[in-house]
């Protein structure tokens, strides 16, 4: 293993290791990986994947740029999906995957897979993960683990139950971005001193936040809409209702968590990341102030509240279904010597330190662990009796170069090597559940008006 940068003192040393950089790396670990069968190499990871929408494309494109894998089958419980995921594969490596519309099939029949990835609705990443880690494939999946904190508690005990590996979806946790920042520059250099409040928002404008919408003869029919749960207990609904909430599951109480689970829960995890730790109480607001008909709130705001060795700190978080504005989706850390924009998109990255009272910077910029801005400072207009009481604007600086990989694709390499065992796992079942828990009483905590103080009950896994 190379030297961290805590042993050399060298940012190159820290670049070179690349998205393997706070990932456990374990070398001579034992390899979990099945003898390889049919066109696959012998050292090629077997994979398969459950869930083939849109999140299902958007780690296909990531998975395209890792070597050494082997695409042998695809479910989902739409054909037309199914037969798109084949081609995709076909097109780009020359596999030809089994193609299946049940995942209990596919996982009995796919004896070699040695990896499945799960991209399906969040009520039934539960059951999908479970039926893989119990038929001996390792998972990947995607968050929220579940709609429910029961059954996101069943996939931590298969987890451990099977010894295979469990890597849950929060990639920002194998991010170069993101571990550069909190082990180098919060945690080693302490660059923001005693860190009291973070921020963190994504908000969407509402054009792209309308019902999806797709020809009905490409979808499934009522008795395959009722077989894998899109119904409701007690109710006949039409076929269009069914195919409503197939296409539309984020709307639904019974079936996701809304938009604090589908979006804030990338969001909330980096904060429980960063501090540590878990908050000890949230108090939360919602509305449906414009899709009136939907169940979840369109808009949700909350504050969690942590007991930080450091004397406490805050973190508000806001998701929006009905405006883009506010500057694109990023989380913030700010303390009393600086503050720290992160986010996937380098453009939403920026540093500032408090002029006139934090310690220089001037060693880390010649060092390489950060880059002076070339953004102009406004000029105080001394005229202004208000501007007069303000403190000087932040200096800003900015990330150096080398740290920037396609969003999913660090922490699917991390899932990969850890089958070979060559690393640990960056985000497994348990400590993702540790960091989501919270994130399950936001809506409760909104819809009763109620600050909710965590017990064990709350948050244990």
């Given at each position: 293993?190379?030297?961290?940068?805590?042993?050399?003192?060298?940012?190159r040393?820290?670049?070179k290791?690349?998205?393997?950089?706070?990932?456990?790396?374990?070398?001579?670990?034992?390899?979990?990986?099945?003898?390889?069968?049919?066109?696959?190499?012998?050292?090629?990871?077997?994979?398969?994947?459950?869930?083939?929408?849109?999140?299902?494309?958007?780690?296909?494109?990531?998975?395209?740029?890792?070597p050494?894998?082997?695409?042998?089958?695809?479910?989902d419980?739409?054909?037309?999906?199914?037969?798109?995921?084949?081609?995709?594969i076909?097109?780009?490596?020359?596999?030809?995957?089994?193609?299946?519309?049940?995942?209990?099939?596919?996982?009995?029949?796919?004896?070699?897979?040695?990896?499945?990835?799960?991209?399906?609705?969040?009520?039934?990443?539960?059951?999908?993960?479970?039926?893989?880690?119990?038929?001996?494939?390792?998972?990947?999946?995607?968050?929220?683990?579940?709609?429910?904190?029961?059954?996101?508690?069943?996939m931590?005990?298969?987890?451990?139950?099977?010894?295979?590996?469990?890597?849950?979806?929060?990639?920002?946790?194998?991010?170069?971005?993101?571990?550069?920042?909190l082990?180098?520059?919060?945690?080693?250099?302490?660059?923001?001193?005693?860190?009291?409040?973070?921020?963190g928002?994504?908000?969407?404008?509402?054009?792209?936040?309308q019902?999806?919408?797709?020809?009905?003869?490409?979808?499934p029919?009522?008795?395959?809409?009722?077989?894998?749960?899109?119904?409701?207990?007690?109710?006949?609904?039409t076929?269009?209702?069914?195919?409503?909430?197939?296409?539309?599951?984020?709307?639904?109480?019974?079936?996701?968590?809304?938009?604090?689970?589908?979006?804030g829960?990338?969001?909330?995890?980096?904060?429980?990341?960063?501090?540590?730790?878990?908050?000890?109480?949230?108090?939360?607001?919602?509305?449906?102030?414009?899709?009136?008909?939907?169940?979840?709130?369109?808009?949700?705001?909350c504050?969690?509240?942590?007991?930080?060795?450091?004397?406490?700190?805050?973190?508000?978080?806001q998701?929006l279904?009905?405006?883009?504005?506010?500057?694109?989706?990023?989380?913030?850390?700010?303390?009393?010597?600086?503050?720290?924009?992160?986010s996937?998109?380098?453009?939403?990255?920026?540093?500032?330190?408090?002029?006139?009272?934090?310690?220089?910077?001037?060693?880390?910029?010649?060092?390489?662990?950060?880059?002076?801005?070339?953004?102009?400072k406004?000029?105080?207009?001394?005229?202004?009796a208000?501007?007069?009481?303000?403190?000087?604007?932040p200096?800003?600086?900015?990330?150096?170069?080398?740290?920037?990989?396609?969003?999913?694709?660090?922490?699917?390499?991390?899932?990969?090597?850890?089958?070979?065992?060559?690393?640990?796992?960056?985000?497994?079942?348990?400590?993702?559940?540790e960091?989501?828990?919270?994130?399950y009483?936001?809506?409760?905590?909104?819809?009763?008006?109620?600050?909710?103080?965590?017990?064990?009950?709350?948050?244990?896994?």
């Amino acid at each position: 293993m190379k030297p961290s940068l805590a042993q050399t003192g060298s940012r190159r040393d820290f670049l070179k290791m690349g998205g393997l950089v706070g990932a456990g790396l374990v070398l001579g670990a034992p390899s979990i990986l099945r003898a390889a069968t049919g066109q696959s190499a012998p050292d090629a990871i077997n994979v398969g994947f459950i869930g083939l929408g849109k999140q299902h494309e958007v780690l296909f494109n990531a998975v395209k740029n890792i070597p050494g894998l082997h695409f042998n089958a695809v479910c989902d419980i739409m054909k037309n999906r199914v037969g798109g995921a084949f081609s995709r594969i076909k097109n780009a490596f020359g596999n030809q995957p089994a193609r299946y519309t049940d995942a209990e099939e596919m996982l009995a029949k796919e004896k070699d897979l040695d990896a499945v990835i799960v991209a399906t609705p969040d009520f039934w990443h539960s059951r999908h993960t479970v039926w893989a880690l119990e038929s001996g494939k390792n998972v990947y999946c995607e968050k929220m683990m579940s709609n429910t904190l029961d059954d996101a508690r069943a996939m931590v005990a298969a987890m451990e139950r099977t010894g295979k590996l469990c890597q849950i979806g929060h990639q920002r946790r194998s991010n170069p971005r993101y571990l550069f920042t909190l082990n180098e520059l919060l945690r080693r250099h302490r660059i923001c001193g005693q860190i009291v409040n973070a921020n963190g928002q994504w908000n969407r404008a509402v054009g792209s936040s309308q019902d999806i919408q797709v020809k009905a003869s490409i979808l499934p029919d009522k008795e395959t809409l009722l077989k894998y749960g899109f119904g409701r207990p007690g109710k006949d609904l039409t076929l269009e209702e069914l195919q409503h909430r197939f296409l539309n599951w984020r709307f639904y109480k019974d079936l996701s968590g809304g938009p604090i689970s589908d979006l804030g829960a990338h969001q909330i995890d980096v904060f429980n990341w960063f501090f540590g730790m878990q908050p000890w109480r949230v108090m939360a607001s919602g509305g449906r102030n414009y899709f009136k008909d939907r169940e979840h709130f369109d808009n949700v705001m909350c504050i969690f509240d942590y007991a930080t060795p450091d004397g406490g700190a805050r973190a508000f978080y806001q998701v929006l279904t009905t405006t883009s504005a506010g500057g694109g989706y990023f989380e913030s850390f700010m303390g009393i010597d600086g503050t720290i924009n992160i986010s996937e998109r380098a453009a939403y990255t920026n540093i500032f330190r408090e002029a006139g009272t934090a310690p220089s910077w001037d060693h880390l910029v010649a060092q390489g662990y950060l880059k002076r801005s070339a953004a102009p400072k406004a000029a105080a207009d001394s005229s202004d009796a208000i501007a007069s009481y303000e403190s000087a604007a932040p200096e800003t600086y900015e990330l150096p170069g080398g740290l920037s990989k396609p969003p999913h694709q660090p922490h699917l390499e991390n899932f990969f090597e850890a089958i070979r065992g060559k690393a640990k796992l960056n985000c497994d079942a348990r400590h993702a559940l540790e960091s989501e828990a919270p994130i399950y009483w936001v809506n409760p905590a909104a819809e009763s008006g109620q600050t909710i103080i965590f017990d064990t009950e709350h948050l244990h896994v």
